[in-house]
């Protein structure tokens, strides 16, 4: 696996190897699930990975991103905490 590769390598091959981290918020957001099981999932505190969730993430860490770099966004408001199909999703960069 990809992941394992850096492991084989020795020598000078092996001290040229790095890694860069994201925050999740930006750069990770499952879409895997049927609402049904969003709804279920949310209900015990995990992330619903359905795909308003998905589309919110998405929106939400160009936000972020803006924001890092001194763009002032505006807050979205009253449509900040919509429900799709019983999923709660924040769309309002919060």
């Given amino acids: 696996m990809m ?10 091959d092996a ?21 049904s099981e969003g709804v279920a999932a949310q209900k015990k505190g995990v992330a ?3 795909v308003a969730s998905g589309e919110a993430d998405q929106y939400n860490s160009y936000v972020e991103i803006l924001r890092s770099i001194g763009v002032q966004v505006e807050e979205a408001g ?14 309002g960069g919060e």
């Fill in 48 to 50: 619903p990975a359905v």
């Fill in 15 to 35: 001290s040229r190897v790095g890694f860069t981290t994201f925050p999740a918020s930006i750069c990770f957001s499952p879409v895997k699930n049927i609402n």
């Fill in 3 to 12: 992941q394992d590769y850096p492991k084989i390598l020795t020598g000078a």
């Fill in 78 to 91: 009253e449509k900040a905490g919509e429900t799709w199909d019983g999923v709660a999703v924040n769309g």
